[in-house]
């Protein structure tokens, strides 16, 4: 079933006296439960696709279509219900916060902001959705600035899970993370898009990580999609000269000399 759909997208932002075209004619769709990879090289428009999908950014020409209403046509109250449905994982999604905030107020806001839990349960759905992703809900009352950057993108993912969206769009959420981290946390996505059906827009610029998780994968190049497939075909046979490029840029492991694999 469809969840979103993208029609037409175009943004050019002004920068002195050019113009810098950073998404032209973007369309793309996403049913439920399932995810799609956008992979693409730096400067290809990934972040600013997924700025207008959540409407950080007003698109020149276009439409977002989310369970079936387009959000360019949304403004403030209406915008922020629809945010309960649709959230977002970033590289540095918690850093912003002020430096005394704790896990359980970045994990607490959506709770209170949507009305999902009053004060007095807030505590106990902290304490839940810690535990759901690997956390100990003793993390609560320790600063954001104080635990490791992987305990953090759990927490950025226990707060996005938090008001029981269909989507989740990260953007080079796993980035930064060493690579047994990282392989947990796409576990742990896995898992609870199994549970709850949850649909992702996985944006990374490592083609290996975004096979690893997605249905389907999008390449971007110039702010338009070159390429646009089932995983398996788009990594198998790539069809682009930049799908291409970006297999070809994956490194090749050695699987003999790894030993059981
Ligand atoms: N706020 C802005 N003002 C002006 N130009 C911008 C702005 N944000 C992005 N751009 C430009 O738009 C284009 C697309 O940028 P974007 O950040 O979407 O790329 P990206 O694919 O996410 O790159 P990366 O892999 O490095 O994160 C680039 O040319 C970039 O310089
Ligand atoms: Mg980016």
Request: glycine content about 8%; charged content about 20%.
């Amino acid at each position: 079933m469809m969840l979103l759909s993208v029609e037409g997208l175009s943004k050019t932002y002004p920068s002195g006296a050019r113009q810098v075209p950073a998404l032209k004619d973007v369309s793309l769709t996403l049913d439920r439960g399932r995810t799609l990879g956008l992979v693409g090289p730096s400067g290809s428009g990934k972040s600013t696709l997924a700025r207008v999908l959540l409407q950080l950014v007003k698109p020149d020409a276009g439409s977002v279509v989310f369970r079936g209403t387009d959000l360019c046509a949304l403004r403030g109250a209406e915008l922020r219900a629809m945010r309960k449905h649709l959230q977002m994982v970033f590289q540095e999604s918690l850093t912003a916060f002020n430096p005394r905030a704790t896990v359980a107020d970045a994990i607490g806001d959506p709770l209170r902001i949507h009305r999902i839990a009053g004060r007095r349960e807030r505590p106990s759905h902290i304490a839940a959705l810690l535990e759901r992703v690997g956390l100990s809900p003793a993390l609560a009352l320790r600063s954001i600035h104080e635990i490791s950057g992987g305990q953090r993108q759990r927490v950025a993912i226990a707060r996005a899970i938090a008001t029981g969206p269909d989507l989740i769009v990260l953007d080079e959420a796993v980035s930064a993370l060493d690579v047994t981290v990282r392989s947990q946390i796409l576990e742990l996505l896995v898992s609870l898009q199994r549970d709850r059906g949850i649909a992702y827009l996985f944006i990374s610029h490592d083609l290996a990580v975004v096979r690893a998780i997605s249905h389907d994968i999008a390449v971007m190049d110039g702010g338009r999609i070159v390429e646009h497939g089932p995983s398996a075909e788009v990594t198998d046979n790539p069809k682009s000269d930049t799908g291409r490029a970006l297999v070809a840029a994956v490194p090749r492991i050695n699987y003999q000399a790894g030993g059981a694999r």
